[in-house]
Nanobody, 128 residues
Framework: QVKLVESGGGSVQSGGSLRLSCEAS????????MGWVRQAPGKEREGVAA???????TVADSAEGRFTISQDNAKTTLYLQMSSLQVEDTGMYYC??????????????????????WSQGTQVTVSS
């Protein structure tokens, strides 16, 4: 059973900031590709950001310069710092994970968008 617990979502005005957290202590010490995906009503799931087991990160073009993905040193918590939020960022945000060996050097927003979602997610609502 995969256990991931997101928090930190909320309602903000356009231009605001939020920091999402994902508790992932179950995977401490394991080499994994982790990321954040979002799902908006009527839209396809979108990979927002990814972090590989070596710490390398990538973000989607739509989030470039605004979102930052990171982990704590123990790799038990995944973060997504979001700034300059736009109405288009509204959606349910999920953290996702897969063993690093399954993706190799292809840990990217496009890749994590296809990972299975195991958790409840956290809602982000941005108003104009």
């Amino acid at each position: 059973q995969v256990k991931l617990v997101e928090s930190g979502g909320g309602s903000v005005q356009s231009g605001g900031s939020l920091r999402l957290s994902c508790e992932a202590s179950q995977f401490a010490g394991k080499r994994a590709c982790m990321g954040w995906v979002r799902q908006a009503p009527g839209k396809e799931r979108e990979g927002v950001a990814a972090i590989n087991s070596d710490g390398s990160t990538t973000v989607a073009d739509s989030a470039e310069g605004r979102f930052t993905i990171s982990q704590d040193n123990a790799k038990t918590t995944l973060y997504l710092q979001m700034s300059s939020l736009q109405v288009e960022d509204t959606g349910m945000y999920y953290c996702v994970i897969a063993p690093a060996v399954t993706v190799g050097d292809r840990c990217s927003p496009g890749t994590v968008a296809r990972f299975r979602v195991w958790s409840q997610g956290t809602q982000v609502t941005v108003s104009s």
